[in-house]
């Protein structure tokens, strides 16, 4: 991936104002390490991207089977599963969320 998607995606944000109040993030998963850096990536590619999405924790197995997942962790953006079973990293995870 080229390193400068970043910077693109922060000028397609400021271009076309995606920014939203209502964005949210869902983290899946039983709290294991990988868990737990997928919530960090995804915390850093909002603050990067300077929006404030509402990211949560889903740990409840039933809960995430519900939204179909099952394999963790996994990444939800507007109730779309985005990855599962894997680790995006911060600047995937900027693409995600500009793609919507």
């Given at each position: ?11 397609f944000?400021r ?15 039983m ?11 995804a ?7 300077n ?5 949560t924790k889903i740990?409840?197995i ?5 939204r ?6 996994a990444?939800?953006?507007?109730g779309?599963?985005?990855?599962a079973?894997?680790v995006?990293?911060?600047?995937k ?8």
């Open positions: 991936i080229n390193s400068q998607v970043g910077c693109k995606a922060c000028r944000i271009k076309y104002g995606i920014w939203r109040m209502d964005m949210k993030i869902e983290i899946l998963g709290g294991c390490p990988k868990c737990k850096k997928l919530f960090e990536n915390q850093a590619a909002a603050k990067e991207l929006i404030q999405p509402d990211i740990e409840q039933d809960q995430i089977v519900q179909g997942v099952m394999t963790t962790p990444l939800v953006i507007d779309k599963v985005k990855a079973g894997s995006p990293d911060v600047v995870i900027k693409e995600f969320i500009v793609k919507g």
